[in-house]
């Protein structure tokens, strides 16, 4: 399986962006896919998360009501939607994959397949 982010660039506080990631290789093996973010000389945290079948996400409080996930199984796609955005949510978002997660909270751990990371920088 290969994770292939994009969408990363410069955005004013306020704005919003778009983030996809694409799925290639055995794609039936996957459960669950997210966002996670590290911001420089921080770990990576989780961001948002959605179940390959059914309709559950997660979302870390920190973007609740403001980033949306979604997926488009057809074209093996996931996005993420972020709006509102804040200095803060600066960072590498990178998209991530778990063959065995049951939930749609993922930890590193979780972590079967990671993306190659897009940069996200929030400033004016």
Not at 20 to 32: E, L
Request: hydrophobic share 35%.
């Amino acid at each position: 399986v290969q994770l292939q982010a994009f969408g990363g660039g410069l955005v004013q506080p306020g704005g919003s962006r778009g983030l996809s990631c694409t799925i290639s290789g055995r794609t039936g093996s996957i459960n669950v896919m997210g966002w996670f973010r590290q911001a420089a000389d921080k770990e990576r945290v989780f961001v948002a998360g959605i179940r390959w079948t059914g309709s559950t996400t997660f979302y870390a409080d920190s973007v609740k009501g403001r980033f949306t996930i979604s997926r488009d199984n057809v074209k093996s796609t996931v996005y993420l939607q972020m709006h509102s955005l804040m200095p803060e949510d600066t960072g590498v978002y990178y998209c991530a994959a778990s063959r065995y997660s049951r939930s749609a909270y993922l930890s590193p751990e979780d972590v079967d397949y990671w993306g190659q990371g897009t940069l996200v920088t929030v400033s004016s």
